[in-house]
């Protein structure tokens, strides 16, 4: 497989030098990775810090900024970061008012999460933790107990990142965190495999004609092998997946997310599909975000995150944003 890299063991290292090149707006530790706000701490705000495994770019290091994170933490591709990497990220952004983790469910990041969370509180940092568990493919898998973490972790860094920018106290933060998380619920599918610089072919393999139904953003089983389908037939499918699933209420946040090989013209395409089932089982859509957000390398794919969203949700998920991947109204 043709890739565009010096050599896999600097590919995180060679991409956060080319974020700090492209976006003098954060601060860029490349030997610690660490991406940061550059105005941070922000006095009297409640900080936001998440990370994971690279690979799934622009989350998270691409949501750093105004309205959002205040830091991220980039592990090698498709691993977790370590605790340090967490707290120096904690200690760097925190201003007295707390420290929120979110935590995709995926076993290595909660962890370590939760051992860095205690590191920070004894350097006397106050942390909450938002554990985001949307995919409702599989309940359990080899890197998860439960549901694993998706497309909803865009939803929850936006949406509790405008209330701690509007100065919420970490509490308040936290319990709309995972408001959003419980209101919000995933499904992937996987039209080829993913390839890893370091295995530098198809980490599982898919044959031609056929898709994977479920698919995880480390490429992980779903539920089960079909023919390849349209379209639409693929939103029927997904959407009542979800919907399955997501908790009774108004209207929902639409989040189209490609899996990083998938081109808008097909992802705009699946989005009209999308609207037309949500239109065909009553649900109102309030507003919709089409794009690669939250990617699995060059995985060709997508998938559909909704989001149960009431008049306060709305509000937040508007609110000025201005980071590298995610930016309006400002």
């Known amino acids: 497989m043709k890739m565009l890299i010096n050599v896999p063991e600097t590919v995180v290292a060679d991409a956060l030098r080319g974020i700090a090149a492209a976006h003098p707006e954060l601060t860029v530790d490349v030997e610690n990775r660490l991406v940061v706000r550059r105005d941070a701490p922000v006095e009297g705000r409640v900080a936001l810090v998440s990370g994971g495994g690279s690979g799934h770019e622009p989350l998270h290091s691409g949501f750093v900024g105004p309205g959002m994170l205040a830091a991220a ?122 390839t890893t610089p370091a295995k530098g072919g198809p980490s599982f393999d898919l044959p031609a004609g056929e898709l994977e ?14 023919p390849m389908m349209t379209s639409g037939e693929l939103a029927d499918l997904a959407v009542d997946a979800v919907l399955e699933d997501l908790p009774p209420g108004g209207p929902v946040l639409v989040l189209v997310n490609g899996m990083g090989a998938t081109p808008l013209l097909e992802l705009y395409g699946f989005t ?59």
């Open 213 to 226: 139904l479920g698919i995880g953003i480390h490429g992980e089983p779903g539920r089960e092998r079909r």
């Open 73 to 194: 933490c980039p592990g090698e591709v498709f691993t977790s970061p370590v605790p340090d990497q967490m707290v120096r990220a904690a200690a760097a952004v925190d201003s007295g008012r707390g420290v929120l983790f979110v935590v995709k469910n995926y076993t290595g990041d909660v962890l370590n999460f939760d051992m860095a969370a205690e590191l920070a509180e004894d350097e006397g940092i106050q942390v909450a933790k938002v554990l985001v568990d949307d995919d409702v493919a599989v309940r359990d898998s080899l890197y998860t107990a439960g549901r694993r973490g998706t497309g909803a972790t865009l939803f929850v860094e936006k949406i509790a990142g405008a209330a701690a920018e509007e100065g919420a106290p970490l509490e308040r933060v936290e319990a709309i965190g995972r408001q959003v998380n419980a209101s919000s619920r995933s499904f992937g599918v996987a039209l080829s495999s993913v």
């Open 272 to 330: 009209a599909e999308v609207h037309r089932v949500l239109g065909e089982r009553g649900v109102p859509v309030a507003r919709t975000l089409t794009g690669n957000y939250v990617t699995s390398l060059d995985m060709a794919g997508c998938s559909v995150t909704l989001c149960r969203a009431d008049e306060e949700l709305l509000r937040l998920w508007d609110a000025p944003v201005s980071t590298p991947a995610l930016r309006w109204g400002r």
